[in-house]
């Protein structure tokens, strides 16, 4: 996040962190929530479930205070997020693709959609029509989120999102978790061991930190030290099969490096 010149003095935290944590202990309890903000994000904010709670109550009093008289006031706020994702779906012989989305506004309306991809749906006459619920007019300005498809982006730039969409943190956070998780199964049965895993341990967080703060070229630093030391693992009981510790990281080591090469022009501090 970049630094917020424009906020209030009395702001803690970005308007994207406060969202996220609110969003976050609507959908689970404050301690889960707090948990999971934790294992997401590199900051310490909002990690205690009692803060946590206090203050998402707070900002649903603001929300209640400030909502919108009904959904087509143009009023509702100069801001709109909207965020799209496609999500396949198998059920025995049948494939289907889901594209569902998310538009807010910065006090509090949102409206939600989704539609088959081959359905009949004009799925960009339906993001019209979320976005003029919520008050869209002709100077609303849009920021749109995706999880990187190319035709998504396409889709939003259709609709009238002029700015090119931010890559979501959530499918970032996913695949770090995956390589954290991975990076604490390795073996640690001898000393190279025992210090190998503790720099990778450690450049994985620092990994999260460059990603985090919007620094994708700088990702490669982090995960060419990690293939530097993944050698002190050769050998290792079960190195062959594709579910050894070392293979398992170094799979999703490769799958990350992939997903960056292709999105990092999308990623954003």
């Known amino acids: 996040m970049e630094a917020g010149l424009g906020w209030p003095s009395n702001c803690r935290s970005t308007p994207e962190l406060d969202q996220l944590q609110a969003h976050l202990s609507a959908l689970m309890t404050y301690r889960v929530a707090a948990g999971m903000l934790e294992q997401m994000l590199p900051i310490d904010a909002g990690k205690c479930h009692e803060t946590l709670r206090c203050h998402t109550l707070k900002l649903g009093e603001a929300a209640s205070r400030s ?54 749906t004009d799925i960009v006459a339906l993001i019209g029509r979320k976005l003029e619920a919520v008050g869209r007019n002709g100077d609303t300005e849009l920021t749109g989120f995706t999880d990187g498809c190319p035709g998504l982006r396409s889709i939003l730039a259709t609709a009238g999102v002029a700015n090119p969409p931010i890559l979501d943190w959530f499918h970032i956070a996913m695949r770090l978790q995956h390589l954290k998780q991975t990076a604490g199964g390795l073996l640690t049965d001898d000393p190279a061991r025992v210090e190998a895993k503790a720099a990778i341990v450690e450049e994985v967080e620092r990994l999260r930190w460059r990603l985090w703060n919007g620094k994708a070229k700088d990702a490669q630093i982090s995960i060419g030290r ?24 170094w799979t999703a080591l490769h799958e990350l490096n992939g997903y960056l090469t ?8």
């Open 67 to 120: 909502r919108c008289g009904h959904a087509g006031d143009s009023g509702c706020g100069d801001r709109h997020q909207l965020g799209f994702d496609l999500h396949p779906r198998e059920d025995g012989e049948r494939h289907l693709e889901v594209r569902v989305g998310n538009v807010e506004t910065e006090v509090g309306g949102r409206q939600v959609f989704g539609a088959v991809v081959r359905a009949d």
């Open 226 to 249: 990690i293939r530097k030391v993944i050698h002190a693992f050769q050998g290792e009981p079960g190195s062959r099969q594709s579910d050894a510790p070392s293979r398992k990281l």
């Open 262 to 269: 292709g999105q990092s022009n999308w990623l954003v501090n």
